[in-house]
């Protein structure tokens, strides 16, 4: 009987990614035969110029149900909402490629491994708190997909597994941007829709964003440990990354030549310009591409490689990368199937008026749920902040809650569950290639820590009446 039951767990196989989003859609176009279409009004803020909902406005509206044929058509819709993004990962991929084909990559690592023998584990807690502090302070995120397959080799080389270094980069710049102190893009705007004094509250934040950090920590350090004790414990052990070579436990007899260390200058100088593009001049997804493309052509002729070479080493990276490509732009679908069913405001209201019922130290732990949910359908921080200050700052008015309160709650709830809703996570998974069910592995523990530290810190603010200053 015990035999029986072990088989029939082996028997069992997480479902291909697709799959998994595939079920997903179709959930979503269920909804829309179910859940009734609604809509709010929206009007231009005259302070922040941003449009925001009219909480009074909620109408339902017509149903608008999405067919089984139109649901497949919100596929390649998808593709088309995000080409910017598959695009851009297509040219950051080429770009490590190239260092990664030259020798570049594995040469440099290996000389940083001599030096830092011995001292390996301070790499984690100084790339985590780096990354967590440009998420913090200037609201760094997409900027980061370009690093992601680097740093992923840099701890395999180091003696850990690939996903050590994916969740370097990945959890410590999304746990910084969402545990932020001065994010321009999620607290600026929500502060002031909320009528709060930019930036206020920032000692409060502060201990905040030192907690997360520290849980971040010590639980990437915990797995990493492990992983290099036994290799066999690794969530990614049977996982095949092409810019991760094989032979990286010789990576330190590896030559690095007069050439390597000038693609490596390069590449630093390429990170510079990223973030001065991105600080000064407003360079998104376009520029970043280009930047890449313009120094993946540039190291290519430092290391003496034709232009036939160099387009054909472009193409062997994009094609190591189109199913992660592919998995943004079915994700995707999801939302223009909730979209097309016109049920997106719907949802919106019913959490809301859930909320209005509730005590003051309830109605603050469930305005962070009402955040996760909203977060699934309105990916973008901004676009979130419009919808949901509106709604949470009358909400808590009511109640007797600080506004203050009320932009911590969408500060969590936009940016903590970025790491596990399937529609915005593909995305670094993409450039990862790291598929999702092995992803949840490692996450799962992780983000009921967040939850829960989250949960504490919102208790304790609305138990001190944390206020605008």
Known sequence: MTSNKKEKKKLFKMPHSYVIIGLIIILATVMTYIVPAGEFQTAIDPESGTEV??????????????????????????MVEAADIIFFIFFAYGFVFMLTESGSLDGGMGAMIKKMSGREKLVIPVLVLMFGLMGATFGMYEETYGLIPIIMAMTVALGYDALVGFAIVVVGVVGGFSAAMTNPFTIGIAQGLSGLPMFSGLAYRIVIWI????????????????????????????????????????????????????????????????????????????????????????????????????????????GSVIFGALVIGISRAVLIVLENGQIIDTIIYYLSVGLSGLTNHFAAIGMIFFQ???????????????????????????????????????QFGDGFSNLIWPTIIVTELGIGGIPIDNWYKFMAKLFVYMILLQIVFMFIAVTIGYGPF
């Open 53 to 78: 909902v009219l909480p009074e406005t909620f109408e339902f509206i017509e149903q608008t149900p999405v067919s089984p044929f139109d649901m497949f058509k919100a596929i390649p819709a998808g």
């Open 211 to 318: 907690s997360f950090m520290a849980l971040i920590i010590w639980y990437i350090m915990s797995y990493a440990k492990k992983v290099k004790a036994d290799p066999s414990m690794s969530y990614v052990k049977d996982v095949h990354f092409p810019f991760i070579h094989d032979d990286n436990e010789h990576i330190t007899e590896k030559p690095f030549t007069k050439l390597h260390k000038i693609s490596l200058i390069l590449f630093a100088l390429t990170i510079v310009v990223l973030v001065y593009g991105t600080l000064k001049l407003d360079w998104y997804l376009e520029e970043l591409g280009a930047l890449f493309i313009i120094m993946m052509i540039i190291i290519g002729l430092v290391n003496k490689y034709s232009f036939s070479k160099i387009a054909g080493i472009f193409v062997e990276a994009a």
């Open 372 to 410: 996760n949910v909203l977060n699934f359908l309105i990916p973008s921080a901004s676009g979130q902040a419009a919808v949901s200050m509106p709604i949470l700052n009358p909400v808590a008015d009511v109640i007797g809650l600080n506004r203050q309160i009320a932009v911590l709650a969408y």
